[in-house]
């Protein structure tokens, strides 16, 4: 790998984290100050909200509970200007019913609230992974995990799989020895995916689908090309 090829995914690491909303708050104040003179930055933030568009289809628009309003007003007075400024917000304004969590900057739980919202009087951790090709790092499906018993797998569109071939799910978590699957899946289908037989979530945890045979990996671990891959980011 060059140099260059370095700091272009490092650029893109950053403009990821930013548009997701998982920088710590001076970390995205400084990114945000950036984006006014580098245009390569600002090109890779505009890729990133281009292609996370479509999870903002997964679910209907819901509207705050007087609960949450109180939340977003407590939120808005503690904000400075400059933290106002530095928050993400512009591809997920262009839908109006999640404006209000864009002004209320609250990062982490926007996005929540575009895929998952949910309110519920006893929160539990909630983890989501959004899991792209590798090749031109295109958005295929969304893992949601809100129970410790299960998982989500929500497809974004329709894969292309070829005959004779099936995608297995894996995942793998720091200090493994190895990935375990999760399946055979479908392209296009939602799936219920257990995770009863497995450790708790973790942040940073690894999911990806791979191109198998019609039976799976023959080896029990992954053996053909990743054709999605993502990591898990706790969002509450």
């Not at 904000?79 to 917000?89: K, N, Y």
């Not at 539990?124 to 295929?140: H, I, K």
């Not at 699957?181 to 945890?205: A, F, M, W, Y």
């Not at 990806?208 to 706790?234: D, W």
Request: proline content about 11%; overall charge negative; hydrophobic content about 40%.
């Amino acid at each position: 790998m060059t140099s260059g090829d370095g700091k272009d995914h490092d650029l893109d690491a950053q403009a990821a984290e930013y548009v997701l909303g998982t920088l710590p708050s001076e970390q995205r104040q400084a990114l945000a100050r950036r984006l006014q003179h580098e245009p390569a930055l600002r090109a890779a933030v505009d890729a990133w909200e281009r292609r996370l568009q479509p999870l903002q289809e997964l679910t209907p628009a819901q509207l705050p509970s007087d609960y949450l309003w109180q939340r977003i007003e407590r939120s808005l007075d503690g904000l400075s200007p400059a933290a106002a400024i530095a928050t993400p917000s512009r591809w997920w304004q262009r839908a109006t019913p999640w404006r209000w969590t864009t002004a209320a900057g609250l990062a982490a739980s926007l996005f929540m609230a575009v895929v998952l919202w949910r309110e519920a009087p006893a929160p539990v951790p909630t983890y989501l992974v959004v899991l792209v090709a590798p090749q031109d790092q295109a958005p295929g499906w969304v893992v949601q995990a809100s129970s410790p018993r299960s998982a989500q797998l929500i497809p974004l569109g329709m894969a292309e799989v070829p005959a004779g071939k099936t995608l297995q799910f894996w995942t793998k978590a720091d200090g493994w020895s190895g990935p375990v699957s999760l399946g055979l899946i479908k392209p296009g289908e939602r799936v219920e995916v257990p995770l009863e037989t497995l450790p708790p979530l973790e942040d940073n945890q690894l999911f990806e689908l791979t191109l198998e045979g019609p039976s799976g990996s023959p080896t029990g671990k992954p053996s053909g090309p990743i054709q999605f891959i993502g990591r898990a980011v706790k969002v509450l």
